[in-house]
T-cell receptor, first 114, second 112 residues
Framework: AQSVTQPDIHITVSEGASLELRCNYSYGATPYLFWYVQSPGQGLQLLLKYFSGDTLVQGIKGFEAEFKRSQSSFNLRKPSVHWSDAAEYFCAVDLSSNTGKLIFGQGTTLQVKP | DAGVTQSPTHLIKTRGQHVTLRCSPISGHKSVSWYQQVLGQGPQFIFQYYEKEERGRGNFPDRFSARQFPNYSSELNVNALLLGDSALYLC???????????FGPGTRLTVL
């Protein structure tokens, strides 16, 4: 069955340090890939997406992600974390352009130390 | 432009009751999807509607139903509520059936 795995349930980094959140998917073909962020009590905000082309994609708030087909991964990175980045991060895949069905990972909670 | 709006923000119901949640998509968006997010988990897909027709359904019982209106707004209905239905219900809209979806703030449903 198709699935999305975020191996790290909780990550703590110091403010100003670099960040990498991992995401692996299980699917035969290359799906559409997304990273969303959710602040407490809020809905989901799209950080970035990958459909095709350049495997390094830039998003909002200084985030980027790299698609690696050989590893079925789509890891999210940020060079320098800010305290306001503390939130829950979800990786998601869409297996078809027309299903509207996003499959989400279980999320990674990011805590930022001052 | 307004984003996706959902109502109500919070809702408390008791077991066995029925609930209706509402969603208004971004202007111009014709597709609406519904997700259930249980505390501590990622959202799970419930339904997708496009041009007022159901285009996708997740692994949810028949107690869950939805519809989309001519103005592309949508309702999610849940009958015979169970304690396990307590969750944040998220609505997302997109221009067409898939691709980039924009989420609303959600409706927090508590079933007692």
């Amino acid at each position: 069955a198709q699935s999305v795995t975020q191996p790290d349930i909780h990550i703590t980094v110091s403010e100003g340090a670099s960040l990498e959140l991992r995401c692996n998917y299980s699917y035969g073909a290359t799906p559409y890939l997304f990273w969303y962020v959710q602040s407490p009590g809020q809905g989901l905000q799209l950080l970035l997406k990958y459909f095709s082309g350049d495997t390094l994609v830039q998003g909002i708030k200084g985030f980027e992600a790299e698609f690696k087909r050989s590893q079925s991964s789509f890891n999210l990175r940020k060079p320098s974390v800010h305290w306001s980045d503390a939130a829950e991060y979800f990786c998601a895949v869409d297996l078809s352009s027309n299903t509207g069905k996003l499959i989400f990972g279980q999320g990674t909670t990011l805590q930022v130390k001052p | 432009d307004a984003g996706v709006t959902q109502s109500p923000t919070h809702l408390i119901k008791t077991r066995g009751q029925h609930v209706t949640l509402r969603c208004s998509p971004i202007s111009g968006h014709k597709s609406v999807s519904w997700y259930q997010q249980v505390l501590g988990q990622g959202p799970q897909f419930i339904f997708q509607y496009y041009e007022k027709e159901e285009r996708g359904r997740g692994n949810f019982p028949d107690r869950f139903s939805a519809r989309q209106f001519p103005n592309y707004s949508s309702e999610l209905n849940v009958n015979a509520l169970l304690l396990g239905d307590s969750a944040l219900y998220l609505c997302a809209s997109s221009l067409i059936g898939g691709n980039e979806q924009f989420f609303g703030p959600g409706t927090r449903l508590t079933v007692l």
